[in-house]
């Protein structure tokens, strides 16, 4: 399975709807991807928090409907990292009643919306995220067919990176592969490289993360995106400008690798 991360780069000058159309083209261009992987909130901005509501929509809005084009003009599922949506009117609003979540989407490889993930764990203690939109409540995978065997993706999404109970939670339910998309500062980025290669070494898992890159609303952010093989190797690494990582993942290998290591079978609990 060919993997493709674009690690996208932007600042606060672009507007948002011609970033859509940039990235969509970016996507476009991805032939011979199976899997092309976007970050966090690359459209809203992952710190612009006060331009969240008003560029907040559903999951068939506007961005979403870009990359499913995109997705279905190279036949590759897409993870479009993630948007701000919106509840529909009239549907839930969430224990907050915010009717706003950071929600990642899956989609398939004819362009259709398969999943979403809704991010669990918010980032930005009082302020931030934990102040403006809902927390995602449901665990979610993705399952489908390579010619080497089934991925099993588990979903997260930047700040739950640090919360490894998740992981284990997805691994324990079958995955065999994360996906996680960021928008983390550069202040710290030493701990997403570490955090990444630890989920996928305690886990015997690959490791996608696709992080953003430049400079936007006063924080610069880390890029360093990695895709990280299930042994802990760094298969391909981003620097700290717009960048796409291509690496070629063997599902077979992940499933030989932990019949020969069985570390997981070894846990007391
Ligand atoms: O945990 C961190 O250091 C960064 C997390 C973050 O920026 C986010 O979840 O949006």
């Given at each position: ?43 809203p901005t992952g710190f612009g ?14 961005t979403i409907t870009a990359i ?156 360093h995106s990695q895709i990280v ?41």
């Amino acid at each position: 399975m060919r993997v493709h991360v674009l690690q996208v780069a932007y600042g606060d000058d672009e507007p948002l709807s011609e970033r859509v159309q940039r990235v969509a083209a970016l996507v476009a261009e991805q032939q011979g991807a199976d899997l092309v992987v976007l970050p966090e909130l690359w459209a809203p901005t992952g710190f612009g928090y006060r331009g969240w509501a008003a560029a907040a929509e559903p999951v068939d809005g506007p961005t979403i409907t870009a990359i499913s084009a995109a997705a279905r003009s190279i036949g590759a599922f897409v993870h479009a990292g993630s948007i701000i949506e919106a509840a529909a009117p009239g549907a839930d609003r969430g224990p907050e009643g915010r009717g706003l979540w950071n929600t990642s989407v899956l989609i398939g490889d004819e362009g259709e919306p398969l999943l979403t993930y809704r991010k669990i764990h918010r980032f930005g203690f009082a302020a931030g995220e934990p102040d403006l939109i809902e927390a995602g409540d449901e665990q979610v995978l993705a399952e489908w067919e390579t010619a080497a065997g089934p991925v099993v993706a588990g979903l997260a999404t930047c700040y739950d990176l640090r919360f490894p109970e998740l992981f284990r939670s997805l691994a324990e339910q079958g995955a065999n592969l994360f996906v996680v998309p960021a928008a983390w500062p550069a202040a710290r980025v030493e701990h997403w490289r570490l955090l990444g290669r630890a989920r996928a070494v305690e886990n015997q898992a690959v490791m996608i993360q696709c992080n953003t890159a430049g400079t936007h609303a006063g924080v610069t952010m880390g890029g360093h995106s990695q895709i990280v093989s299930a042994t802990g190797e760094v298969l391909a690494e981003a620097g700290d400008n717009e960048a796409v990582l291509v690496a070629d993942i063997d599902v077979a290998a992940i499933e030989q690798y932990r019949a020969t290591f069985p570390v997981l079978a070894d846990r007391r609990l």
